[in-house]
């Protein structure tokens, strides 16, 4: 299964949102030190607290060491050739969409997203984040008639700063680990949602990112909040440019869903993955936890992970409320020479909290892939249930899969399962599909969505036609 | 010309001989039988045509409708009409008979040059032969051959064929495993499907179907050839007398 040259070339084509929007930015020079935080908190005018707690975050990142306990391989980052800062010139930030840059509305069109209201998908709310700044939140007025806030982060510590002020790093502090402390210090924009009590938010809300400029980083910070007996969908998408240098994409995302609440969070990952030889491609490090706060309270994620040379995120749920339930379902599939570490962790704190882990692992070409999952059963987590099941799918001889399963069960009435396969895809199945028509290609992409629809069922519709297309695509050049 | 005109074939399965010297003429329209002793080859000869690579011609030619099948890709060989139903259908976890059927349709279409059918047209022409065979809406629904019954898998392969409306199907013990109104169900659907254009190959062990269908021709396959070939009578000796007395005739 040697990627020829031509198969190589076909999977290069095969990104289609590889392109540059040619557009003047705003980026401030490579490096970081205090100054640099200083200026990105003063460019975004933030209230003063902010400066404050970034400044805090950066001196314990200075102190903490880059985590190597992560199957992911890659050359040290140079972090001070990157810039921090990067915005369309003119940062619309909060301006009207009619006065959004031209250029960057055809962006997103191209990309699929179109952010006139008039056409954006029925139902999907949308803030566009472009490079370290959101350029566009649609949707906002008639959300706001709910009491629902939905906005960039900027214009949330503007205008609802003792809200973020209160939540912001409760789920994931800075100190939690060495690219949240990272984040905390620089992180230049993302998306704010706020649910009031009992409102069940009337359409999907989602962000956007967009990395456009060269040697940048993107280090956005998402925060939803789901307050009593609310509920709401989130969508997260994104998308880069083709080059031949790394980049790095350091997010940290967290939930919080009050009693009876329910956020159901959903990612389609499709960051460059790097050419076939593995040059360039995105690392994705990032932090998502939710936090179950409330009893009865329900958290789930929902992942497709495509893109990215590299991805190294385990989106997590603290369980603390009672009876709260948390799930993750999974689908990280590795082609050519692209790296995933992934998985969750469920925290179970209050009594008779459940939590389910469906991981579906493909790798092909010389991918590597590696589910990691905790579960934690704390003394107080009486009846607590776990259910996990990782699966793993191989294409060709040169790709790897791992399941590393952690538990730690203090609490003798809790449940706890975990079931792990590894396969291959059969010579049986391509033939029947290739006797029916299908080519090989066509064959292995069908037996590929098979294997992960009772992940892409949990997607909502639209998007999980597009995960599926996705995950085609990245299949190229995978079968010999 | 002929739809199938297979000479002197000879082919080995992990080495070991198992067709030798094979040869079967099939016509335009034609019904053709093949029945013969467990491990004869008769699947051998199915998944043969159908294109496994596990099946390696030794000796001899396969020409389908006047051309080279031996050289086609499998899906090249499905996208000119050869339809195979399997002795033993394979599971497909997570993908709906409907999405498995939707698929193969369009490549079919895809290779006739001609436009997908569109998701209304589509479900119609499906359950006009769904319904055929009883197969309920939301059995479509269900992942392929998943949990099927011995009976469904086969009910499932005809209506794979009666979708998909090949030049040539070869439906390898389409009858094992049916009840008796099933069994009536699938001899109906392969009643309907003939015609002047088609041909079919059916491999089986049980003289029934042949009373329900009426095959032009009824050959016996043993020591990997057809050692002995006729009409109807022949499969209903066969039902009484068993194999033994062909072996004088085979060696
Ligand atoms: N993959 C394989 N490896 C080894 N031997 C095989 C393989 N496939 C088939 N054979 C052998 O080839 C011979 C012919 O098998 P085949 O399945 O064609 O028989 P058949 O006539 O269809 O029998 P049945 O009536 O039981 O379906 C058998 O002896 C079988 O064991
Ligand atoms: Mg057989």
Not at chain 1, 341 to 369: Q, R
Not at chain 2, 157 to 168: A, D, G, H, T
Not at chain 2, 222 to 232: D, Q, V
Request: net charge negative; hydrophobic share 40%.
């Amino acid at each position: 299964m040697n990627d020829t040259p031509a198969v190589a070339s076909a999977m290069a084509r095969s990104y289609k949102y590889g392109f540059v929007t040619p557009i003047e930015s705003d980026t401030i020079p490579q490096g970081l030190d205090e100054e640099v935080i200083r200026l990105i908190s003063f460019k975004k005018q933030e209230p003063e607290f902010m400066l404050e707690w970034r400044l805090a975050a950066y001196r314990l990142w200075l102190e903490m060491t880059e985590p190597n306990w992560s199957s992911v391989r890659y050359p040290p980052i140079d972090y001070q050739g990157i810039s921090y800062y990067s915005a369309p010139v003119g940062n619309p930030g909060t301006v009207a969409l009619e006065d959004v840059d031209p250029a960057l509305l055809a962006t997103y069109e191209k990309l699929g997203i179109p952010l006139d209201e008039r056409l954006t998908l029925a139902g999907v709310a949308v803030d566009a984040v472009f490079d370290s700044v959101s350029v566009a939140t649609t949707h906002q007025k008639k959300l706001a008639e709910m009491g629902i806030l939905f906005c960039s982060m900027s214009e949330a510590l503007q205008k609802h700063g003792a809200l973020v002020h209160r939540y912001l790093g409760s789920v994931v502090p800075p100190e939690d680990n060495f690219f949240a402390a990272l984040n905390a210090a620089v992180f230049s924009d993302g998306t704010f949602c706020y649910i009031p009590p009992g409102v069940r938010c009337p359409m999907e809300l989602s962000t956007y990112f967009r990395i456009n400029a060269a040697r940048t980083g993107q280090f956005e910070r998402t925060l939803i909040i789901a307050d009593e007996y609310s509920q709401v969908g989130y969508l997260e998408g994104c998308s880069a440019p083709q080059r031949d240098r790394n980049q790095l994409h350091a997010a940290v995302v967290e939930l919080i869903a009050m009693e009876g609440a329910e956020i159901a969070y959903s990612t389609v990952q499709n960051w460059y993955p790097g050419d076939a030889e593995g040059r360039g491609g995105i690392y994705n490090f990032v932090t998502k936890r939710g936090e179950c706060r409330g009893d009865h309270s329900r958290i789930s994620w929902t992942q497709v992970e495509t893109g990215s040379a590299i991805t190294w995120k385990y989106p997590s749920v603290i369980l603390r409320g009672a009876g709260s339930s948390g799930r993750f379902h999974s689908v990280a599939l590795t082609n050519h020479h692209q790296q995933a570490d992934t998985g969750t962790k469920m925290i179970h704190i209050g009594p008779n909290t459940s939590s389910t882990i469906l991981s579906k692992g493909i790798s092909a070409g010389h991918g590597h892939n590696a589910y990691r999952g905790l579960v934690k059963v704390l003394p107080g987590a009486s009846g607590a249930r776990n259910h996990s099941q990782c699966d793993s799918l191989l294409l060709g001889e040169h790709c790897s899969a791992h399941t590393h399963p952690y538990l730690e069960v203090k609490n003798h009435s809790a449940r706890v399962e975990h079931e792990a396969t590894t396969s291959r895809i059969s010579e049986d199945q391509l033939f029947y599909c290739r006797q029916r028509g299908l080519s090989n290609e066509e064959a292995v992409s069908l037996i590929v969505n098979g294997f992960c629809q009772e992940v892409l069922r949990e997607l909502p519709m639209e998007f999980s036609v597009e995960a599926r297309k996705l995950l085609a695509v990245s299949l190229e050049g995978s079968v010999g | 010309m002929n739809i199938l005109e297979i000479s002197n074939l000879h082919v080995a399965v992990m080495d070991k001989p198992i067709l030798r010297g094979l040869e079967l003429e099939l016509k335009p329209g034609e019904v053709h039988a093949i029945m013969g002793p467990n491990g004869s080859g008769k699947s051998t000869l199915a998944n043969l045509l159908a294109g496994r690579e596990e099946c390696q011609v030794t000796a001899g030619s396969v020409f389908y409708q006047g051309e080279n099948l031996l050289v086609m890709a499998p899906e090249e060989r499905a996208g000119k009409g050869l339809f195979l139903g399997f002795q033993n259908p394979v599971e497909l976890p997570g993908i709906s008979n409907v999405r498995l059927l939707k698929e193969a349709f369009n490549a079919r279409q895809r290779h006739r040059g001609l436009p997908a059918m569109d998701a209304l047209a589509f479900r119609d022409h499906l359950d006009q032969r769904s319904k055929r065979l009883g197969l309920s809406g939301e059995w479509l629904l269900r992942p392929v051959n998943v949990g099927f019954s011995g009976g469904e898998k086969k009910r499932n392969e005809l209506l794979q064929m009666m979708v998909l409306e090949p030049r040539l199907a070869i439906l390898d013990e389409i009858d094992s495993g049916l009840d008796i109104d099933a069994l009536a169900l699938v001899a109906e659907g392969i009643n309907a499907m003939r015609d002047a254009q088609r041909s079919m190959l059916l491999i089986t062990h049980y003289p029934r179907l042949l009373d329900l269908v009426h095959p032009d021709h009824v050959h016996v396959l043993m020591e990997g050839r057809i050692i002995l070939s006729g009409g109807m009578a022949l499969a209903q000796d066969l039902e009484k007398q068993g194999y033994g007395w062909l072996e004088e005739v085979a060696t």
